[in-house]
């Protein structure tokens, strides 16, 4: 057993909320990216054992860090929007808000800190991803990132065995807020 809860983690994009605070926990990032659609199991448990973990995330993908502005977020996210018919991506420290239309065309995305602060346009930021996401999504970077060896699932179970019964409810969290105009 690596940690108890005080609650169960349903739903996919609270165990990505999971991941990727994991992430920017233990590498003092100040944002950090998790794909929803790579968590593979719907729920965990209040007693978390590795083999939750490994279910949870089982790719082995290692993490990537760079530096980002906020234009860069921008077309990672407006990427991750473009893709399906529901947010893909989920971020640690920070709120997404976009408009699109029913066409996924991106008319605004907005950026904030998790205090509700507007990211600033000139400031580099320092940003975690995983190598999936860093490979397959299609977005704007002129760093080309470092990548560590360190898998997503390591920081994930260190995190569990230091915040455990202290997670928040991620259930209660909102962090993306895309407002689909019907034009």
């Given at each position: 057993e690596i940690a108890t809860l005080n609650q169960v983690i349903s739903k996919k994009k609270n165990l990505a909320k999971l991941v990727c605070d994991a992430i920017r926990y233990e590498l003092k990032t100040d944002f950090a990216f998790q794909n929803i659609d790579g968590i593979r199991v719907n729920q965990i448990g209040?007693?978390?054992?590795?083999?939750?973990?490994?279910?949870?995330?089982?790719?082995n993908n290692q993490i990537v860090v760079?530096?980002?502005?906020?234009?860069?977020?921008k077309s990672l996210i407006a990427y991750s929007l473009r893709r399906k018919s529901h947010p893909?991506?989920?971020?640690?420290?920070?709120?997404?808000?976009?408009k699109i239309n029913?066409?996924?065309?991106?008319?605004?995305?907005?950026?904030?800190?998790?205090?509700?602060?507007?990211?600033?346009?000139?400031?580099?930021?320092?940003?975690?991803?995983?190598s999936y996401i860093f490979n397959a999504y299609q977005f704007k970077h002129s760093d080309q990132g470092k990548t560590?060896?360190?898998?997503?699932?390591?920081p994930v179970i260190r995190f569990?065995?230091?915040?455990?019964?202290?997670?928040?409810?991620?259930?209660?969290?909102?962090r993306i807020f895309v407002q689909i105009e019907q034009k």
């Open positions: 209040k007693k978390v054992t590795y083999e939750d973990i490994y279910r949870m995330d089982p790719f760079l530096k980002m502005n906020k234009n860069e977020l893909v991506l989920m971020g640690s420290n920070l709120i997404f808000k976009a029913k066409e996924r065309k991106i008319y605004q995305i907005q950026l904030f800190d998790q205090n509700q602060k507007e990211l600033l346009s000139k400031k580099q930021y320092i940003v975690a991803m995983n560590l060896k360190l898998t997503s699932d390591q569990l065995k230091i915040m455990g019964k202290s997670l928040p409810d991620y259930s209660k969290q909102k």
